[in-house]
């Protein structure tokens, strides 16, 4: 059976970064591109983040562009989200995700596995 395991989140000032890790396990990982979403209280989950299979292309949401880059190890079965510049609206649960389906890589239903969960705050 698959299972994400999301960590690294925490609570930060505005301006500082954090680095987000998700480890894999029960699935082929190498195959797969990875997403990151997340979801601030109150509100929906968005997309933040896709990295391809092989790490070679990376798409963003606009509003985290030239701030977050997403990486992945494949060798660790492991991908990452590296934070800078963080800003009180980063605040929410960050989910990383396996991408099973053709479709667009914002929408959620393209996402079979799913993580728990991080939680990341930023102080202001």
């Known amino acids: 059976q698959g299972q994400l395991v999301e960590s690294g989140g925490g609570l930060v000032q505005a301006g500082g970064s954090l680095r987000l890790s998700c480890a894999a396990s029960g699935i082929t990982f190498s195959n797969l591109p990875m997403g990151w979403f997340r979801q601030a209280p109150g509100k929906a989950r968005e997309f933040v983040a896709y990295?391809?299979?092989?790490?070679?292309?990376?798409y963003y949401t606009d509003s985290v562009k030239g701030r977050f880059t997403i990486s992945r190890d494949n060798a660790k079965n492991t991908v990452y989200l590296q934070m800078t510049s963080l800003k009180p609206e980063d605040t929410a649960v960050y989910y990383c995700?396996?991408?099973?389906?053709?479709?667009?890589?914002?929408?959620?239903?393209?996402?079979?596995?799913w993580g728990q969960g991080t939680q990341v705050t930023v102080s202001s």
């Open positions: 990295i391809s299979a092989s790490g070679g292309t990376a």
């Open positions: 995700a396996a991408k099973m389906y053709l479709g667009n890589h914002m929408r959620e239903a393209m996402y079979h596995y």
